[in-house]
């Protein structure tokens, strides 16, 4: 089995946008609604351009033009309700789920039914593609999740261990051995198919609707009840924070294809958007009904809405001048075929996207930390990242390698105090870094177990501890302030809102006088 670099941890990243918030979410005009044969359960763009809409209502997936918004396609081969219909990477397939139990797989571009998955033994609500394109992931009321080959049309893979109906799930794009589903059961499950076992088990206080996981799949959205939560999945699902913006139950997911963005819908009528850094709200759109499925495309450019009337609502956002300036840039740049100027383009020539490329695929090399690593020399491994000045998010992520190999403490053994010194230098630079925090205080733990009687031998690590015992204990001084002020804070929020009533009180009282005094004879 070839060995996979270790690459780095993936954080979510800052949106860029060109406008303030709500003025690039307005830019999301004229809405276009679209009568459906029943509810909208589903709505999905397609990975690849034009970014066709596949809708799911009823016993029918319907294709829309990605460019004109036009009706292009209908499947209309279920003689039940459908469900999750979803495209795969390339967009030449589409999946679904009905109410007769089975999972098919459809060629997008001819209505042919491909495959016909047959053993649930009640409705499937939700079917995804694995990354790895051949395999299919389906969610069952019978509570089990299964996973089939395409080519063999075989299921692989039967997860059990959900107590309720399983009404979602998702797949993680780094990884194809790893999906998440959501239950009524209150459970979130994240499973290993290459052990066919559950690895962590998320638990909320409602029934599951939707989840969704980060780019990197670091951290995943959970949405129930009227709550939106984020876990960590890397520390074994450990709750993040929740956002409770919205009063009824949230029952859709989605993200911008910058990761910045959260989209959440609900059946308060309100599609909500969310900073993942900050984890505040910063949009809120209304809609004519409640709000079952949620879906951004891929260029930022489209915005579709599912309501339970059975209507849709596809929104388009203005590009602006300066959009449409490179577009066209790079239109003109384009070569036609047959010139004298194609045949002399030169090896730098990237081509259209449209073109079909051959390519050699030059095998990368493996940087020197992950050739170690690939020896199971997990000492060197970590010698190797600390010496080369690299980035404390690749430090961090060799580090959680370690910890999820078993391998921390033998890594950290056996070295003498220059060995050390890197080490301890680079946990009191980036301890106090939040990110790191978690996984650094793990390792601090460990050093200290290990060289507790050098501390005494050595002056020099002796020194670097005391260095990191300041620099943790202004850390806690700081958040204990910061603690202090958030009191501050409430009690006076809490004061304001005590005036705020005794005023209101004041000026009802006084209108009731008011009018007793104008019923009084004259």
């Known amino acids: 089995m070839e060995f996979k670099a270790l690459g780095t941890t993936k954080t979510a990243r800052a949106a860029k946008r060109g406008l303030p918030e709500s003025g690039y979410w307005k830019r999301f005009q004229s809405p276009v609604l679209v009568k459906e044969h029943g509810m909208v359960t589903s709505l999905e763009f397609s990975p690849v351009k034009p970014h066709d809409l596949v809708v799911t209502a009823s016993t029918r997936l319907q294709v829309y033009n990605g460019r004109t918004g036009q009706l292009k396609r209908t499947f209309a081969r279920f003689t039940g309700p459908a469900h999750s219909g979803s495209f795969r990477a390339d967009g030449r397939l589409l999946v679904a789920g009905d109410d007769t139990n089975m999972v098919q797989v459809l060629d997008a571009g001819s209505r042919t039914i491909l495959r016909t998955f047959k053993g649930h033994r009640d409705p499937v609500h939700i079917t995804r593609f694995l990354p790895d394109k051949v395999r299919v992931m389906s969610g069952s009321d019978d509570k089990t999740v299964r996973i089939w080959d395409i080519p063999s049309q075989a299921s692989v893979n039967q997860l059990e261990g959900h107590t309720d109906y399983v009404r979602t799930g998702c797949v993680f794009g780094d990884n194809p051995n790893m999906v998440a589903t959501g239950s009524y059961d209150h459970t979130v499950k994240l499973w290993d198919l290459r052990a066919n076992t559950c690895t962590t088990t998320i638990e909320i206080a409602d029934p599951v609707e939707d989840v969704l996981a980060f780019p990197g799949g670091g951290v995943v959205a959970v949405a129930g009840g009227p709550n939106v939560h984020l876990y960590d999945t890397l520390m074994g699902g450990r709750h993040l924070t929740t956002m409770g913006n919205h009063e009824k139950t949230v029952t859709s997911l989605c993200m911008d294809s910058g990761g910045g963005r959260l989209l959440a819908g609900s059946l308060d009528h309100h599609v909500k958007i969310y900073d993942v850094q900050s984890f505040k709200m910063v949009y809120s759109a209304s809609y004519p009904a409640p709000v079952l499925s949620v879906a951004l495309s891929p260029d930022d450019t489209k915005l579709a809405v599912g309501m339970t009337s059975g209507v849709f609502s596809l929104r388009k956002r203005h590009v602006s001048a300066k959009e449409q300036a490179d577009m066209q840039s790079a239109a003109a740049q384009t070569v036609k075929y047959g010139t004298r100027e194609h045949f002399v383009r030169g090896g730098t020539h990237k081509g259209a996207a449209d073109d079909l490329r051959i390519e050699h695929r030059r095998r990368k090399g493996l940087a020197d930390y992950d050739q170690h690593l690939r020896k199971f020399q997990h000492s060197r491994a970590l010698d190797a990242v600390l010496a080369n000045n690299r980035t404390g998010m690749t430090v961090v992520t060799l580090l959680q390698e370690l910890v999820h190999r078993g391998a921390l403490a033998s890594a950290l053994a056996g070295r003498d105090e220059l060995s050390l010194d890197p080490i301890v230098r680079f946990i009191i630079k980036f301890i106090d870094q939040p990110r790191y925090t978690q996984v650094l205080t793990q390792v601090t733990e460990t050093l200290i177990d290990i060289y507790d009687d050098l501390l005494l031998q050595s002056g020099r690590i002796a020194e670097l ?35 705020h009533a005794r005023a209101a009180e004041r000026t009802a009282a006084a209108a009731d006088n008011e009018k007793d005094l104008a019923l009084l004879p004259m």
Do not use: P
Request: hydrophobic share 50%; aromatic share 2%.
């Open 465 to 499: 501890f005391i260095r990191l015992r300041t620099k943790i204990r202004v850390e806690l001084r700081v958040q204990q302030e910061m603690e202090m002020l958030m009191g501050s804070m409430d009690m006076l929020m809490a004061a304001c809102s005590v005036s």
